[in-house]
């Protein structure tokens, strides 16, 4: 069993691969697996959590206010100035503007410090991040919603916020209270089982988030071209905005920048405003899942994990 692992956290990121090409032929799988998404999310996160530990995760006092600063210049400044952007263009009541503002505005994904790990950076900020930046969203997402006030209500998207912030404080809390129980974790050959089995995670989870894409593709292949489109543009693009900054941070910032949990917001909108996003959400996953792949290249020369 460990040997298995092992291989597949080798070959994580093809691993990953399988997942998006069984999330497009089997969407029978892809929509049972669906209803099972937020337990699949907890443990990855608690995989993630008892992977890296307690004390790599949350860092030092200053570690923490440059996730915090992060977390509000992401989820805050920049959906702030895309609405500006697409109000003056007259664009702002677009699905595709209600899209990219909703996605800026979320928090970082799950699978963050996973990428990141898989492209062999430190992925402890990553979760810091993604703590900080769940922690703040009902901050954030205020202002956010008052420029919008056509998304729906802002007490569903604080509801769901607050679901998913019990969440990932249970998972991450039970993964490092599982690795402080248990010493042996953090050797070489666990740490190297618990890669694969998050991989495996990984990869099961994107077939439930992809179940939109298939009937869509049946139906309407050049829209789901465009959304896939727009979809690749923001999420390459902002990691690679985040890259190329002067003073750019770490590998997991600039992963988290352009990968964010926009589903989340879905409990908010409108029926009218759920089929557009949930075909984006699906096209989303890959170049998300593809992460691995398409920027392990770009990211090489930043300082990698030890």
Same mark, same amino acid.
């Given at each position: 069993m460990f040997a298995a692992l092992r291989w597949?956290?080798?070959?994580?990121?093809?691993?990953? =691969? &399988?997942?998006?090409?069984?999330?497009?032929?089997?969407?029978?799988?892809?929509?049972?697996?669906?209803?099972?998404?937020?337990?699949?999310?907890?443990?990855?996160?608690?995989?993630?959590?008892?992977?890296?530990?307690?004390?790599?995760?949350?860092?030092?006092?200053?570690?923490?206010?440059?996730?915090?600063?992060?977390?509000?210049?992401?989820?805050?400044?920049?959906?702030?100035?895309?609405?500006?952007?697409?109000?003056?263009?007259?664009?702002?009541?677009?699905?595709?503007?209600?899209?990219?503002?909703?996605?800026?505005?979320?928090?970082?994904?799950?699978?963050?410090?996973?990428?990141?790990?898989?492209?062999?950076?430190?992925?402890?900020?990553?979760?810091?991040?993604?703590?900080?930046?769940?922690?703040?969203?009902?901050?954030?997402?205020l202002p956010v919603f008052w420029a919008l006030?056509?998304?729906?209500?802002?007490?569903?998207?604080?509801?769901?916020?607050?679901?998913?912030?019990?969440?990932?404080?249970?998972?991450?809390?039970?993964?490092?209270?599982?690795?402080?129980?248990?010493?042996?974790?953090?050797?070489?050959?666990?740490?190297?089982?618990?890669?694969?089995?998050?991989?495996?995670?990984?990869?099961?989870?994107?077939?439930?988030?992809?179940? &939109?894409?298939?009937?869509?593709?049946?139906?309407?292949?050049?829209?789901?071209?465009?959304?896939?489109?727009?979809?690749?543009?923001?999420?390459?693009?902002?990691?690679?905005?985040?890259?190329?900054?002067?003073?750019?941070?770490? =590998?997991?910032?600039?992963?988290?920048?352009?990968?964010?949990?926009?589903?989340?917001?879905?409990?908010?909108?409108?029926?009218?405003?759920?089929?557009?996003?949930?075909?984006?959400?699906?096209?989303?996953?890959?170049?998300?899942?593809?992460?691995?792949?398409?920027?392990?290249?770009?990211?090489?020369?930043?300082?990698?994990?030890?």
């Amino acid at each position: 069993m460990f040997a298995a692992l092992r291989w597949l956290a080798r070959h994580g990121r093809l691993v990953l =691969v &399988a997942g998006l090409v069984a999330g497009l032929v089997l969407p029978g799988l892809a929509a049972v697996l669906r209803d099972w998404l937020a337990p699949m999310v907890a443990g990855l996160l608690f995989l993630t959590a008892m992977r890296i530990g307690a004390r790599a995760a949350l860092g030092s006092l200053a570690q923490a206010r440059g996730a915090l600063g992060a977390a509000l210049v992401l989820q805050m400044a920049l959906p702030l100035v895309a609405v500006s952007a697409f109000a003056v263009l007259g664009v702002l009541q677009t699905p595709l503007a209600l899209a990219l503002v909703l996605m800026l505005a979320a928090p970082p994904v799950a699978g963050v410090p996973s990428f990141t790990l898989m492209m062999g950076h430190d992925p402890a900020p990553g979760l810091r991040l993604l703590i900080v930046g769940t922690a703040l969203l009902p901050l954030t997402v205020l202002p956010v919603f008052w420029a919008l006030p056509t998304l729906g209500s802002a007490a569903g998207v604080l509801a769901a916020a607050g679901r998913l912030l019990v969440v990932i404080a249970a998972a991450t809390a039970a993964g490092f209270a599982l690795r402080a129980a248990m010493p042996r974790t953090a050797d070489r050959r666990a740490t190297e089982a618990l890669d694969g089995l998050t991989a495996v995670a990984l990869a099961v989870i994107v077939i439930g988030l992809m179940s &939109a894409v298939a009937p869509a593709l049946a139906s309407d292949p050049m829209l789901v071209l465009w959304w896939l489109g727009v979809a690749v543009a923001a999420n390459l693009g902002l990691q690679l905005l985040a890259h190329m900054l002067p003073g750019a941070g770490d =590998v997991a910032t600039s992963v988290a920048a352009g990968n964010r949990s926009i589903a989340l917001f879905l409990v908010a909108l409108p029926p009218e405003m759920m089929a557009p996003l949930l075909l984006f959400i699906g096209c989303y996953q890959l170049p998300m899942f593809l992460t691995p792949i398409i920027m392990k290249r770009i990211y090489r020369g930043s300082h990698v994990a030890a």
